[in-house]
């Protein structure tokens, strides 16, 4: 896989994490009846990750994208 490729996820992947770890933040401080969970954070990530795949995967079946 090209070395820019893989950056492209990572900074995906990384700008999820921050999102969704900014979506607990605020959910946690600013959202009455709402609280903060770390296994949320946890779950965003690993959605994001999930995400990422499905959308590559998904691209190479349509012809969108190359391996």
Known sequence: MNQS???LYGGVILVG??????????????????HFDVVDIVANFFGTIFG?????????????INR
């Open 52 to 64: 990422v795949i499905t959308f590559k995967w998904t691209a190479i079946k349509l012809g969108i």
């Open 5 to 7: 490729i893989i950056r």
């Open 17 to 34: 994490f921050l999102f969704g770890t900014a979506i607990e933040i605020i959910q946690g401080t600013l959202i009455y009846r709402r």
